[in-house]
């Protein structure tokens, strides 16, 4: 007890010398909030597989490498009204049994068994929902509780049961005591990866923002030591950081912490307290001290500047016990909306809007008694299938309005028609065989940019565009080649380039494509 206040008093103390308003090196310290590009990217992959894959996916990573936070917005970002998620932990629920009891529970059935279980997730799947089985420190489970899961989630792979396993290296051992139902490469694995020297600097800086202060509080040297020993891992970094800041020598600290001084406010006082001074000794005309007054709001707005930490305070107001729950909703709101969607562009509408615009100069020319003649004829002169009544001599006339419309007509082929000049459709993938597999290589919310994409990698053979809906909405998918069966498709993955094998493309049975088609 003595040890836990010494401490507590310690921490209180390089808090005090620094000016930090609270600890911001803490797990979940209120008022934080940081999702680097990186987990985006895996969170997004993670939203494709629980979508298109028939696998379970392995999350791995050393501890502080932020497991729990990708878990968490995997959850708070998935579509409620589709997605059953039910969130275990290996170190609450270890066992089979308890596993089992849990997702029951929560998927609302009275059973206690792999039985019921599935017999919920067939009902779940009728009225098109899924079943996401989350489970974080899965090192910590038992071999036979890891079973479980995998023969779960292989007899309710038809009937959208997905599991989501999240742990570090020690599970590679756990793996090798079970045996999975699936053929071949029967698991998805995603490693997470570091910060790099920027990133961690960005990561600093916010957390150290949100507690009122900047990274001016570390120099270089002590970033690199950062970066270089805590290998870009998170809750490295954190306990690092603290250890930095509460072992820095008292001078060194206090002349670190003078930027963070109210200067402004004490100028403005001393120039108050100059005004002051003059209006007493020249006190005796009323003037003067009116002017004094009227010098006071001056330093007073200089004064209000000193609060650029502010905007924080309204976030750091709620109590520690609700940090999860803000931290959940701080996620929703900023990720819901990154994970599957795209936002459709549409470039042609503009360009048809802007017809009448070269119709319209006739209008403009009557003037002369020659001009609608004139104006009349370099228009169609542009189009050959259009009106060709009027005479052969006069459209040398007006040779500058032809090149408008001509560009115009010209530019929407090149941007829808183009890029699927070599892309199979519909028909091809309802021609092949049901046990066929193609490469999943996108799924996107936006037509065009699926065009684009394969415009990207037209150089690819057999290149497809699969246009389906996916929860009320389009989606469109890219697919490649044509393979006998999975092992080949696998196989071809390691031909592709290596920008698309950076996106874990996979293999996909022609049967499920066809059953995806409108």
């Not at 009902?123 to 079973?147: E, I």
Request: charged share 20%; glycine share 6%; hydrophobic share 45%.
């Amino acid at each position: 007890m003595r040890d836990d206040m010494q401490s507590f008093a310690a921490t209180e103390d390089w808090l005090e010398r620094f000016q930090l308003k609270h600890d911001p090196f803490a797990p979940r310290p209120a008022g934080f909030r940081f999702f680097q590009p990186k987990r985006k990217e895996v969170l997004a992959q993670l939203h494709h597989f629980a979508r298109f894959g028939d696998r379970p996916v392995l999350v791995s990573g050393p501890e502080g490498s932020g497991k729990t936070l990708l878990r968490q917005a995997l959850v708070v970002s998935s579509d409620k009204n589709s997605v059953q998620s039910v969130v275990m932990s290996g170190k609450d629920m270890p066992d089979a049994e308890q596993l089992l009891a849990h997702a029951c529970l929560a998927v609302g059935v009275s059973g206690r068994d792999e039985a019921a279980l599935l017999e919920a997730a067939q009902n779940l799947a009728r009225t098109g929902m899924q079943v996401w089985l989350v489970v974080d420190d899965a090192q910590l489970l038992t071999a036979a509780a890891l079973q479980m899961l995998l023969d779960v989630a292989g007899a309710g792979q038809k009937d959208g049961v997905r599991l989501f396993l999240f742990a570090d290296g020690a599970v590679e051992r756990l793996l090798l005591q079970v045996e999975s139902p699936l053929d071949g490469d029967w698991l998805q694995r995603i490693l997470l990866k570091p910060l790099d020297a920027g990133e961690m600097a960005v990561y600093l800086t916010e957390r150290l923002e949100a507690a009122g202060q900047g990274i001016e509080l570390f120099d270089e040297a002590q970033l690199e030591w950062l970066h270089e020993h805590s290998e870009g891992w998170h809750g490295r970094i954190n306990e690092l950081a603290r250890e930095l800041l509460a072992t820095e020598d008292e001078p060194v600290a206090a002349a670190r912490s003078l930027p963070a001084m109210p200067w402004r406010s004490l100028a403005a006082l001393v120039l108050v307290g100059v005004g002051v001074l003059i209006a007493w000794r020249m006190g005796d005309t009323p003037q003067e001290p009116a002017r004094t007054v009227l010098q006071l709001p001056e330093p007073v707005v200089e004064a209000s500047m000193e609060a650029p930490p502010q905007p924080s305070l309204p976030v750091q107001s709620g109590q520690a016990a609700a940090l999860q729950a803000v931290a959940e909703d701080e996620l929703e709101e900023s990720l819901a909306a990154d994970v599957v969607s795209e936002p459709v562009p549409p470039p042609v509408l503009p360009e048809v809007d802007a017809e009448p615009d070269v119709v319209a100069p006739p209008q403009d020319r009557p003037v002369a008694t020659v001009a609608p003649v004139v104006a009349a004829e370099p228009v169609p002169a542009a189009v050959p299938a259009a009106m060709a009544q009027p005479p052969a001599s006069q459209p040398a006339a007006a040779p500058t309005p032809a090149p408008a419309p001509a560009a115009r007509t010209n530019e929407p082929p090149a941007r829808t028609v183009a890029p699927a000049g070599g892309l199979h459709g519909a028909d091809w993938y309802r021609q092949r065989k049901a046990n066929e597999y193609v490469l999943q290589l996108l799924g996107s919310r936006s037509r065009q940019a699926a065009l684009d994409f394969a415009a990207q990698h037209r150089q690819l053979s057999d290149l497809a565009l699969l246009e389906t809906t996916h929860e009320g909405k389009p989606w469109y998918v890219v697919t490649q080649g044509v393979y006998a069966d999975r092992q080949r498709a696998q196989q071809a993955i390691a031909k592709l380039p290596e920008n698309l094998r950076r996106q874990s493309p996979w293999p996909r049975s022609i049967g499920s494509v066809q059953q995806a088609l409108p």
